[in-house]
């Protein structure tokens, strides 16, 4: 499937040529004339686009026009990208390059996209076509019908639904939203199904009515489904009003039951309209709605959401026999229960998979047949046989448009691959999917971007690192695979002997093997315009030297990690990489990095973690998001430049000091005992501060927190010593203070009253061991929004009469004191009714997100 997201990065394309930095270089390199001509003939293309993704499912013209589009439109973004530098570089110095090697360069790009404009009307392509699904196979309707023989594992998930459908839980409103959530395929309807026909459900509700929602949410047409549903006969009215009153005479005073199955809408307005009939019915109606989005069960939900997981293997397994074997009382012959259960482990708990892959082996006996149905990947199956990745590429289409190369890009990854986000984040802006918005730092639009992609179900939790204590991710195996769908000649994933097959195409590669022949390197020099390069083997990389011509080949590389290889040098020729904005040689032997690693002016990121051997750095380092950790030899760095916005740096035990940079805005900095943190006066600009496993460290130094007047995070980690911040420079002099956290401080015993700046908005204190108390002052805090404590066994009760009522989320969890103090209903529950949201461990007391 050529790439539905090819409209997104067109979108980049259009905002770079309307940029001030290229509109000057235009003028004043004589080259403006076509650079309009560009923007108008990209612009005409667009207005095809939906029809042409809509039609490539199904003619190959079509497909192999997108992909010759795609081309151009990768080379003229590269090709933007060098006059954007060259723009950069020249406001530097002057008449640094002359322009006689753009403008043919840019004529030769609307050339062939001329040749493309063309051919559009050839293949009869439409403006502003195309159904909303674009050539996608439609959902059909689903019923409350449901035949329960087939159904396995979902008893548990039915008595949770039922026991919040028959309680009396509804916030004081009449009808309560009890949002089913999960990714495609997990068996949300099927769920609702088994309740909707149970028993004690059709006996407690007088009323019961199911619409199949799908993803158009017109409130007229489910309005009128919902009175059909009721009345069990077609209704022949129109008038949207009409239909309302009509539904709220017959609901009225009644107790009832609706499903709404497969919501996607994320409007509040158009659920507001619909809702207004609804409300007055009795008390105990209910709705339950399912959906793939956390935010419709956020917007929708009026009681705590129920997350679908996948099935238990033996379920799996059950349905598993069930499909292939049918209604046949014999059971499967051993040699194909064991290829079976490799099918069934390998569906990860998705029932739509077990389902798919089952009946592709109904009554099959031959082995190699399943063997073959086993190592098939789930994008090489026929479309016609395929009911995995069209029910999860509705999730894909339904996508904001700024996600979709954002999640393309994560098929680079091997299936069940572990990541963190704050690598993932800054690989999107590397390869420039994340766009400027507002003020907003892009990493933190970055960060918004995988929240949203994790709300979506595109991302899972994976677990907590026991290490750094930080979260980690990944895709659920077919997820891995629709990525692999969407972005198939773009990115590729190499295993060992297969970097031969890599396409010319190529845009995006991670080898994931031990090394490399020079066979291997010349089959990579064929990818001339490869963007991204990862090596991936971890440690089995036997690397040690990068051939000086791999950079002057692949000169479009804008991400490169060499991270875990035995490289101990970098060519000279990493200077050509004029576009490489991230450059990871993390847990390398890597002693020095060339002195041409300064002209790299568009490198934003470069990673230097666990390098044992570093000794020093180049002198002249710009506009980089500076990352070291762990090297124990570097006793000295350069005067860091003044450009320099990100900092983090720890372990390096040779340090005493860091060098004034007035710029820096976040700052990490840990495990250096020998650094003095009064050199930290300096950073004025600061907005984010992390001070991390400083064992010494009892006290800040005077005068250090006085002057950062900009700073609105501040966390204090793994400060076994740490016992107070200093009286008389305390929390209050941070005036834009607005997320503090102390965490794994075993020796703080209590904060002083007045430390608490007025504007602070989240407060975590986690494992705090002898913590005694917290200020009083918190009770003003009138912005207070989130307030977690973890941990923390000696805290007997919480300040004041009240909380704030500012307050949203209260998180308690490890604090057995302080958690039978605080009982729903008990003496001290009224100091904290109020707050929207109470979780204590895993319970959530209340929950109104």
Not at 154 to 163: A, C, F, G, H, L
Request: charge should be negative; charged fraction near 25%; hydrophobic fraction near 40%.
């Amino acid at each position: 499937m050529a790439d539905a997201a090819l409209s997104a990065f067109l979108q980049v394309v259009f905002q770079q040529l309307a940029s001030p930095i290229l509109e000057e270089f235009g003028l004043r390199r004589g080259v403006d004339k076509q650079l309009k001509k560009l923007t108008r003939i990209l612009s005409r293309i667009q207005t095809v686009l939906s029809d042409a993704e809509q039609r490539q499912i199904r003619e190959e013209s079509v497909r192999i026009w997108l992909r010759d589009l795609k081309d151009v439109a990768y080379d003229a973004d590269d090709l933007i990208d060098e006059m954007a530098t060259e723009a950069f570089q020249s406001s530097r110095v002057r008449n640094f390059l002359c322009s006689i090697s753009i403008a043919p360069k840019i004529n030769d790009v609307i050339e062939r996209l001329d040749e493309i404009a063309k051919e559009r009307e050839d293949l009869h392509l439409r403006e502003g076509s195309g159904g909303k699904t674009h050539g996608i196979r439609a959902r059909p309707q689903t019923s409350s019908l449901v035949d329960e023989s087939c159904v396995f594992g979902r008893n548990d998930d039915k008595e949770i639904v039922i026991s919040s459908l028959l309680s009396d839980e509804s916030d004081g409103k009449s009808v309560a939203v009890i949002p089913i959530v999960g990714m495609g395929g997990l068996g949300k309807t099927t769920l609702v199904q088994l309740v909707y026909n149970d028993e004690k459900v059709q006996k407690h509700f007088e009323l019961r009515m199911w619409v199949c929602v799908l993803e158009d949410f017109d409130v007229r047409r489910i309005t009128k489904a919902i009175i059909e549903s009721a009345t069990g006969s077609q209704s022949d009215l129109l008038d949207m009003d009409l239909m309302q009153r009509r539904l709220q005479s017959m609901l009225y005073g009644k107790r009832f039951l609706l499903v709404l199955d497969d919501v996607w809408n994320e409007n509040h307005t158009d659920w507001d309209t619909l809702k207004v009939p609804l409300n007055v019915a009795a008390e105990g109606s209910k709705i339950i709605v399912t959906t793939r989005s956390k935010m419709v069960s956020l917007i929708m939900g009026t009681v705590k959401a129920h997350h679908l997981e996948g099935l238990q293997n033996e379920d799996c397994w059950l349905l598993f026999k069930q499909r292939t074997m049918g209604n046949r009382l014999s059971e499967l012959p051993p040699n194909l229960e064991t290829v079976g259960k490799k099918v069934v482990k390998k569906c990860e708990g998705l029932p739509l998979a077990v389902k798919n892959f089952g009946g592709l082996l109904k009554f099959v006996e031959d082995e190699k047949e399943w063997d073959t149905t086993l190592k098939t990947d789930t994008c090489d199956i026929p479309e016609d046989k395929n009911d995995i990745l069209p029910t999860l590429r509705m999730s894909y289409h339904h996508l904001p448009i700024h996600l979709k190369p954002c999640f393309g890009f994560c098929s680079m990854f091997p299936r069940e691959y572990i990541f963190q986000k704050e690598d993932l984040v800054l690989l999107w802006i590397a390869e420039g999917f994340v766009q400027p918005k507002g003020g907003k730092q892009l990493e933190d639009t970055a960060n918004d971007y995988f929240l949203e992609l994790l709300s979506k179900s595109f991302f899972q939790f994976a677990h907590v690192d026991p290490l750094d204590g930080q979260s980690r991710y990944k895709m659920h195996g077919f997820i891995h695979d629709l990525a692999q769908s969407i972005m198939r000649e773009e990115c590729f994933r190499s295993d060992a002997n297969e970097v031969c097959n890599i396409s010319k195409r190529a845009r995006h590669v991670s080898l994931i093997f031990g090394e490399l022949t020079r066979q291997d390197y010349d089959a990579l020099y064929k990818s001339k315009s490869l963007r991204t390069l990862l090596f991936m083997g971890g440690c089995r990389f036997r690397i040690e030297h990068i051939p000086s011509d791999l950079f002057l080949k692949l000169k479009c590389l804008r991400v490169l990690d060499l991270s875990h290889t035995s490289i101990f040098e970098l060519p000279n020729s990493v200077g050509n990489l004029k576009h490489l904005r991230y450059l990871d040689l993390s847990w390398t032997r890597i002693e020095r990095l060339p002195e041409s690693i300064t002209t790299l002016v568009n490198l934003q990121t470069l990673n230097l973690i666990k390098c044992l051997e570093l000794l020093e750095l180049p002198s002249d380092m710009r506009n980089l998001e500076f990352t070291i950790w762990d090297c124990p030899k570097l006793e000295q760095l350069p005067q860091l430049p003044l450009t320099l916005t990100i900092f983090e740096i720890a372990n390096c035990k040779g340090l005493k000091t860091l060098p004034s940079v007035p710029s820096i805005q976040k700052l990490v900095v840990g495990q250096c005992d020998q650094m003095l943190l009064s050199s930290l006066v300096c950073f004025r600009s600061l907005s984010s501060l992390t001070v991390s496993h400083f064992s010494k460290l009892e006290c800040f130094p005077d005068g250090v927190l006085q002057h950062m007047v900009s700073l609105t995070e501040l966390k204090i980690i793994d400060c076994d010593e740490f016992t107070s911040l200093p009286k008389e420079d305390g929390l209050q002099k941070l005036i834009s203070l607005e997320y503090l956290e102390f965490c794994s401080c075993a020796k703080l015993k209590s904060l002083h009253d007045e430390e608490l700046p007025s504007g602070l908005k989240s407060f975590r204190i986690v494992s705090c061991p002898t913590l005694i108390s917290l200020p009083r002052y918190i009770q003003n805090l009138s912005f207070l929004q989130l307030l977690e404590i973890c941990k923390c066994p000696q805290l007997l009760t919480l300040p004041g009469n009240q909380l704030p009522v500012t307050l949203q989320m209260l998180y308690i969890r490890g604090c057995p004191a302080l958690m039978e103090a605080f009982q729903k209903g008990g003496n001290n529950w009224y100091k904290i009714a109020h707050i929207p949201n109470i979780r204590v461990d895993s319970d959530w007391l209340q929950q109104h997100w």
